[in-house]
């Protein structure tokens, strides 16, 4: 499979150079040349086989078979349970629990596997990389479980100061491993991801210092979180259309559904879950994108106003035209809008749906659930839950996406339900561990200054 630029100036460049590439070098993200469409049955396929098989999709023959089922083994095998994405049955709708990898969230399917690819990438070819990425809060964690102690690579990691969770900042800041740094931005996620993309369009420096990514920017993250929206349909042995309810900030992990229901998985409607960040949301409601400010909420790795996958989205929905996405984010970056007419909204609500929950609300959700069913949720998920419930149609069946464990989400969730949800093994002793990292302004050229001093040559 080759791959191409969302704004059309890069083409033809293959898995491993996309993978490598992160960000397009025109300043665009990179896609497959075409999507394909699966015509086998797969339901009999467990979480590993199905992995291999839909990636194979995605990658041809540029990976050995064998060689990709030992990452695929190896990516897997961190996580605490044989099925890898388990799906319970809780008040009438479908929870999928994408959080059983080593950080608790869901950005471990797919970075667990990204570590694991880029070892094999550099080690092919005797290099090596520095790997640059913005977090609200899960991403960090799970791509430095990903890529620490990993041979021939360092990792840069920028947060928000203050603004993930004591845990979250933890689960960052406590690992030991040399080739992993911690950089606090005296700012909001917005910020940081900013930094990291104009850091990324310098070209000059990307190469000098050999910069990769693992934002959700990264076609490799779209491609792990397809294998869930299959797996999770099979696992509930229906044979009809099914709605997803998918807790939103970046638009990854959505798209990566939007992806599997162009392959073909019978998905009726995406549901698009906001927290009071509701950009995307609107959106889908108005057909207007429009950047507001950052509110930070108790479900903050959704704290969120621009969403970086949206252009690949905006993409599709534009029929593939690089030019036409080039100039609607021009006009985004210019005027911070884009809007889009009645008949292009009505493509938009073909396949998703929208709604945000409130503070309130998700707070409300956490509490009725866990009454209704013992269960508990992680605000990130009762938001996903609550707009789910919200819009769903009651004939068919209710996916949604649980994308971290309650445990990393102390104080919101004792707020909901009176009590602090047990904490696993794995973030016992954390509290203890000792901190590492550096504070920098939201700064690109301190940032860049940090890197020269701690980057791999
Ligand atoms: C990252 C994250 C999200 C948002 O996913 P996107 O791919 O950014 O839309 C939701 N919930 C949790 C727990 C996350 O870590």
């Not at 534009?318 to 008949?343: A, C, N, P």
């Amino acid at each position: 499979m080759l791959y191409k630029s969302t704004r059309s100036k890069v083409k033809n460049i293959s898995f491993i150079q996309a993978v490598k590439m992160g960000l397009a070098d025109d300043g665009g993200l990179l896609v497959p040349q075409y999507i394909p469409v699966v015509e086998e049955n797969l339901s009999s396929l467990n979480f590993k086989e199905l992995a291999l098989y839909l990636m194979k999709m995605y990658i041809g023959d540029e990976i050995e078979e064998n060689t990709l089922w030992r990452l695929i083994q190896k990516s897997y095998s961190s996580f605490d349970t044989e099925k890898i994405v388990p799906v319970v049955k809780k008040a009438g709708i479908y929870i999928a629990e994408l959080f059983h990898g080593p950080t608790l969230a869901f950005k471990d399917i797919a970075l667990q596997f990204l570590g694991n690819l880029f070892e094999y990438i550099l080690q092919e070819e005797g290099k090596k990389m520095n790997i640059l990425g913005a977090t609200s809060g899960d991403t960090g964690s799970a791509a430095i479980e990903g890529i620490k102690g990993k041979k021939n690579m360092n990792i840069f990691i920028l947060y928000p100061y203050g603004k993930v969770s004591p845990i979250q900042q933890k689960q960052m800041t406590t690992v030991k491993d040399k080739n992993v740094f911690c950089i606090a931005i005296k700012g909001s996620f917005d910020d940081c991801q900013y930094i990291v993309k104009k850091i990324f369009s310098d070209s000059e420096f990307k190469k000098k210092y050999m910069l990769g990514a693992v934002n959700s920017i990264n076609w490799t993250r779209i491609l792990a979180q397809i294998i869930y929206y299959f797996y999770a349909y099979f696992q509930i042995s229906t044979e009809g259309s099914v709605y997803f309810s998918v807790p939103t900030g970046n638009f990854g992990n959505i798209f990566a559904g939007f992806i599997a229901k162009r392959m073909g998985l019978n998905i009726d409607k995406l549901i698009l879950a906001t927290n009071e960040n509701d950009i995307l949301s609107k959106f889908v409601n108005t057909g207007i994108y429009k950047k507001g400010k950052v509110v930070n909420t108790i479900s903050p790795s959704m704290d969120i106003q621009i969403a970086s996958n949206f252009e690949r989205y905006l993409y599709y929905l534009f029929d593939e035209d690089g030019e036409k996405v080039r100039q609607l984010m021009d006009t985004f970056s210019k005027y911070g809008e884009i809007k889009i007419d009645k008949q292009r909204l009505q493509t938009v609500q073909v396949d998703f749906l929208s709604a945000k929950a409130s503070e309130t609300e998700t707070i409300e959700e956490i509490r009725d659930f866990y009454r209704e069913t013992g269960y508990i949720l992680d605000p990130h998920t009762a938001v996903g839950v609550r707009v789910g419930r919200k819009l769903r149609d009651k004939e068919k069946p209710l996916i949604c996406l649980a994308t971290a464990h309650p445990a990393k989400f102390q104080k919101p969730v004792k707020e909901s339900i009176g009590m602090f949800p047990p904490i696993p093994p794995s973030l016992q002793d954390i509290e203890k561990k000792k901190e590492r990292f550096t504070v920098i302004d939201a700064s690109i050229k301190k940032v860049k200054t940090f890197i020269e001093q701690h980057a791999l040559r």
